[in-house]
């Protein structure tokens, strides 16, 4: 006589449970894969922002001098019928960009020119950590009473510690010049540097505290700073005398005077390319007085970031 076994089914207690621990483990996962995920993002994120250093140093070599923003004859103007082009769309044929360069008219031609173009995103400008970078925007200070898009960057080049406004104001600090922080500066780039009226571009002989103790190239969020796009030259520049990470609040985006300066999506802090094509992690504790001598080209102070 054949005997049948019967299975007991899952009591509504072991089945509670054995939810319970699949729940744990998931919650003891997800916090790991983000992390892994950030750190992936944040790799991405140096390698995006060493290319951009390096691509200064080849424009370097062919012209003999850094890139520059702004135009001859520039006037503070955000409009989008001037020539204001940024120092990243000079750079873009030495990041593969050579067609996107010839398609935005630039140097020569206005900023709106060809929409399409500046409306273009360009992979090797965006931070993967930051979500809301891939729309072109048209509440940026690009084009004041004019709607105008434009796409988005998350990389910007130093201006230096000079700065007269707002909470951080440090003053000319030796800066000859209009404007110091915005129309002048203590750092290798900053808005108008390529204005016939201003100080001009910047050579290597320019970088006396030498190109491993100056910061070239950090980051920004557009959600928090209106002034970011890569065609603009009002938008490509920041100060290291307001410290980083800055405000990140949405409401306080147009803040410009406390916010025209260096943040990120990255926990804890930001990328910084220095000027010899290194990468560091520059974390939000970081001495102010430090962070101010590495924003600067011939300040002639001794700092260290480790």
């Not at 060493?50 to 003999?64: E, G, P, R």
């Not at 030796?174 to 540097?193: A, C, E, F, K, Q």
């Not at 000027?275 to 520059?282: A, I, Q």
């Given at each position: 006589?054949?005997?049948?076994?019967?299975?007991?089914?899952?009591?509504?207690?072991?089945?509670?449970?054995?939810?319970?621990i699949?729940?744990?483990?998931?919650?003891?996962?997800?916090?790991a894969?983000?992390?892994?995920?950030?750190?992936?993002?944040?790799?991405?994120?140096q390698?995006?922002?060493?290319?951009?250093?390096?691509?200064?140093?080849?424009?370097?070599?062919?012209?003999?001098?850094?890139?520059?923003?702004?135009?001859?004859?520039?006037?503070?103007?955000?409009s989008v019928?001037?020539?204001?082009?940024?120092?990243l769309?000079k750079?873009?044929?030495?990041?593969?960009?050579?067609?996107?360069?010839?398609?935005?008219?630039a140097?020569t031609?206005v900023?709106?020119?060809?929409?399409?173009?500046?409306?273009?995103?360009?992979?090797?400008?965006?931070?993967?950590?930051?979500?809301?970078?891939?729309?072109?925007?048209?509440d940026?200070?690009?084009?004041?009473?004019?709607?105008?898009?434009?796409?988005?960057t998350?990389?910007?080049?130093v201006?230096?510690?000079?700065?007269?406004?707002?909470?951080?104001?440090?003053?000319?600090?030796?800066?000859?010049?209009?404007?110091?922080?915005?129309?002048?500066?203590?750092?290798?780039?900053?808005?108008?540097?390529?204005?016939q009226?201003?100080?001009?571009?910047r050579?290597?002989?320019?970088?006396?505290?030498?190109?491993?103790?100056?910061?070239?190239v950090?980051?920004?969020?557009?959600?928090?700073?209106?002034?970011?796009?890569?065609?603009?030259?009002?938008s490509?520049?920041?100060?290291?005398?307001?410290?980083?990470?800055?405000?990140?609040?949405?409401?306080?985006?147009?803040?410009?005077?406390?916010v025209?300066s260096?943040?990120?999506?990255?926990?804890?802090?930001?990328?910084f390319?220095l000027?010899?094509?290194s990468?560091?992690?520059?974390?939000?504790?970081?001495?102010?007085?430090?962070?101010?001598?590495f924003?600067?080209?011939?300040?002639?102070?001794?700092?260290?970031?480790?």
């Amino acid at each position: 006589m054949s005997r049948t076994v019967r299975r007991s089914a899952f009591t509504l207690i072991e089945l509670l449970v054995v939810i319970a621990i699949i729940a744990i483990l998931i919650g003891l996962l997800l916090p790991a894969v983000q992390k892994v995920r950030e750190a992936a993002a944040r790799m991405s994120c140096q390698n995006n922002i060493k290319q951009l250093a390096i691509a200064t140093h080849s424009y370097h070599d062919a012209v003999n001098q850094f890139p520059t923003s702004g135009a001859p004859g520039y006037v503070d103007n955000n409009s989008v019928n001037t020539q204001n082009w940024s120092w990243l769309v000079k750079i873009l044929p030495y990041i593969e960009q050579d067609n996107l360069f010839r398609a935005t008219g630039a140097p020569t031609a206005v900023l709106n020119t060809n929409p399409t173009a500046v409306q273009t995103n360009v992979k090797t400008f965006l931070c993967p950590s930051d979500s809301n970078n891939t729309t072109p925007r048209t509440d940026t200070n690009i084009a004041y009473n004019t709607t105008f898009a434009v796409a988005m960057t998350n990389y910007k080049g130093v201006s230096g510690s000079a700065w007269m406004w707002g909470s951080y104001a440090t003053g000319a600090s030796g800066v000859t010049g209009t404007n110091p922080g915005l129309d002048s500066g203590n750092g290798w780039i900053y808005r108008s540097n390529g204005g016939q009226n201003f100080p001009g571009a910047r050579t290597m002989a320019s970088i006396t505290d030498g190109t491993s103790n100056t910061f070239f190239v950090g980051e920004d969020v557009a959600d928090f700073n209106q002034h970011l796009s890569w065609p603009h030259f009002n938008s490509c520049t920041g100060t290291t005398a307001i410290p980083p990470n800055n405000i990140n609040t949405v409401a306080s985006r147009g803040d410009w005077p406390n916010v025209y300066s260096f943040r990120s999506r990255h926990t804890n802090g930001l990328n910084f390319a220095l000027g010899d094509g290194s990468v560091r992690f520059v974390t939000n504790s970081i001495a102010l007085s430090t962070y101010r001598a590495f924003g600067t080209m011939n300040g002639g102070e001794v700092a260290s970031l480790d």
